[in-house]
């Protein structure tokens, strides 16, 4: 046996089998983070806001860079030679982990079950080794975890913060203010009609943004309040065309049938019916409904505007299936370099991907888009 590894105890060979596990986590978490890819399981929802937030990284690095590296210390740590790193690695994981769980549980409000089940590997290997090995391991540990979270939250609350979003295209000139009836992007290319798709803010505002997004996303949700922040912060200034994308595959071929979101493409059929009847009601409809998405929801909203036999001739408009199917298309094409919902198209050629860190985050780089 090789003397530089000491020999292997059951407590011990669990420790190793969760920090395995954490690594792969974390290197899993990783590269969807790098690569800008949706998070298997969780369906574009709380993973989406929990890894955009301000929280989901250290001094601008993300934090499963963090975890994977600590967590291959910690099987290295398994050879003598590096032994002395274990106690202040397994006092760094238990720290983050609890800070982490707490940010989730208090301040986010969300859980990423990714996120939870690294920060519940990282707290068992703690109990393990803790339960198995010499007495009194539990006070070092908890004097490391300590400062380990000490040092996290003072890094995280004043150090910089990493934008959870990604701004496509190049410096481009604002878009000439809408004359009134259309407002176009892509150099032209891409045209929208402002009486023809629900709208938030004025008509003849000066700013028209064009919004992909889906009822039941989690992100697009909270987006959505910072988008009515937005409009209300320039009063008068700011439109925002909405063009609600179903994440369903009953309505939406661009998707696999084991997508979640179900009920979206009908919860879209309601909301464009809305729209298309009652006008003036769609904003304040549009803000209760995406506050607490369902198909049910969505019904009972609607009927609170028109009767039943209303809302049945307002759904069998061709129009609505041709606008489902016309905001898939453009969603598929804008998703070459990403997927994320929401989509938010500012001035020509800038497109806005996904969750920004928060909305202070939104509305400074939006002021500096839009040239206010």
């Known amino acids: 046996m090789n003397p530089a590894i000491r020999p292997p105890s059951p407590g011990r060979i669990?420790?190793?089998?969760?920090?395995?596990?954490?690594?792969?986590?974390?290197?899993?978490?990783?590269?969807?983070?790098?690569?800008?890819?949706?998070?298997?399981?969780?369906?574009?929802?709380?993973?989406?806001?929990?890894?955009?937030?301000?929280?989901?990284?250290?001094?601008?690095?993300p934090i499963p860079a963090f975890g994977t590296l600590v967590y291959a210390l910690l099987l290295l740590a398994f050879f003598r030679r590096l032994e002395i790193l274990r106690l202040p690695l397994m006092g760094g994981i238990a720290g983050a982990a609890l800070w982490f769980i707490a940010v989730q549980a208090f301040i986010l409000g969300k859980f990423c079950p990714w996120c939870m089940a690294a920060h519940g590997i990282g707290l068992a290997i703690v109990l393990c080794a803790v339960l198995t090995e010499k007495a009194g391991?539990?006070?070092?540990?908890?004097?490391?975890?300590g400062l380990a979270v000490f040092a996290i939250a003072s890094m995280q609350v004043f150090g910089p913060v990493k934008a959870g979003h990604r701004i496509e295209g190049g410096k481009s000139a604002?878009?000439?203010?809408?004359?009134?009836?259309?407002?176009?992007?892509?150099?032209?290319?891409?045209?929208?009609?402002?009486?023809?798709?629900?709208?938030?803010?004025?008509i003849d505002a000066g700013r028209v943004?064009?919004?992909?997004?889906?009822?039941?996303?989690s992100a697009c949700q909270v987006m959505s309040g910072y988008i009515e922040a937005l409009v209300a912060a320039h009063p008068g200034r700011v439109a925002v065309l909405l063009m609600p994308?179903?994440?369903?595959?009953?309505?939406?071929?661009?998707?696999?049938?084991?997508?979640p979101h179900e009920g979206s493409c009908a919860i879209t059929r309601i909301a464009l019916a809305v729209w298309r009847r009652k006008p003036a009601a769609f904003p304040a409809f549009h803000r209760k409904l995406i506050a607490a998405p369902s198909e049910t929801a969505a019904r009972r909203l609607a009927l609170e505007l028109m009767d039943d036999s209303a809302l049945t001739a307002a759904l069998a408009d061709p129009w609505i299936d041709a606008s489902i199917a016309s905001n898939i298309a453009a969603w598929a094409a804008f998703s070459v370099n990403s997927a994320k919902l929401p989509?938010?198209?500012?001035?020509?050629?800038?497109?806005?991907?996904?969750?920004?860190?928060?909305?202070?985050?939104?509305?400074?780089?939006?002021?500096?888009e839009l040239g206010f």
């Not at 690594?23 to 998070?39: K, P, Q, V």
């Not at 009836?181 to 709208?199: C, I, T, W």
């Not at 989509?343 to 500096?368: T, Y």
């Open 14 to 61: 669990l420790i190793a089998a969760l920090a395995a596990a954490g690594l792969g986590i974390n290197i899993f978490l990783l590269t969807r983070t790098l690569g800008d890819a949706a998070i298997a399981g969780c369906g574009g929802g709380p993973c989406d806001e929990v890894l955009a937030s301000r929280w989901s990284s250290l001094l601008g690095v």
């Open 137 to 145: 391991l539990w006070r070092h540990v908890s004097a490391w975890a």
């Open 174 to 202: 604002m878009a000439e203010p809408p004359r009134g009836a259309s407002v176009s992007f892509n150099d032209g290319r891409l045209v929208y009609q402002l009486a023809e798709h629900p709208r938030i803010g004025p």
């Open 209 to 217: 943004l064009v919004e992909y997004f889906d009822y039941q996303c």
């Open 245 to 259: 994308v179903p994440l369903e595959h009953g309505c939406n071929p661009q998707l696999g049938a084991n997508r």
């Open 343 to 368: 989509k938010l198209l500012i001035r020509d050629k800038r497109i806005l991907h996904g969750l920004p860190s928060g909305e202070a985050d939104f509305l400074r780089v939006m002021k500096q």
